[in-house]
């Protein structure tokens, strides 16, 4: 069982800077992957970005390439959202989420176990 805590969301001018946190707790068992995805309103839930916990190369949207950056501390058992030059666009409310068992992190949000509450990011114009 993985119980995932995000903080980290809050409102921001469009240009700035946000980091997210998923502080994840419970088993560490082999081919773990983290994600984080998005839902605005009236929307589905997207994928944002994706890391294996063993390290290797993050996967990005296209539309977060460049401005996002995802990273994981093992000693803190935290995963991170670095947000950059955020745009209106990205508003909304951020999920992180885990999987078991993979060799790559998985884009599909049907391929993750567990999820976090989400943390909520509004960003004005």
């Known amino acids: 069982q993985v119980q995932l805590v995000e903080s980290g969301g809050g409102l921001v001018q469009a240009g700035g800077s946000l980091r997210l946190s998923c502080a994840r707790s419970?088993?560490?068992?082999?081919?773990?992957?983290m994600g984080w995805f998005r839902q605005a309103p009236e929307k589905e839930r997207e994928f944002a970005a994706a890391?294996?916990?063993?390290?290797?190369?993050?996967f990005y949207a296209d539309s977060v390439k460049g401005r996002f950056t995802i990273s994981r501390d093992g000693a803190k058992n935290t995963v991170y959202l670095q947000m950059n030059s955020l745009k209106p666009e990205d508003t909304a409310v951020y999920y992180c989420?885990?999987?078991?068992?993979?060799?790559?992190?998985?884009?599909?949000?049907?391929?993750?176990?567990?999820w976090g509450q989400g943390t909520q990011v509004t960003v004005s114009s």
């Open positions: 890391i294996m916990w063993s390290g290797g190369t993050p």
């Open positions: 419970g088993r560490l068992f082999s081919g773990l992957a």
């Open positions: 989420a885990a999987v078991y068992g993979r060799l790559s992190p998985p884009r599909s949000r049907e391929a993750y176990d567990y």
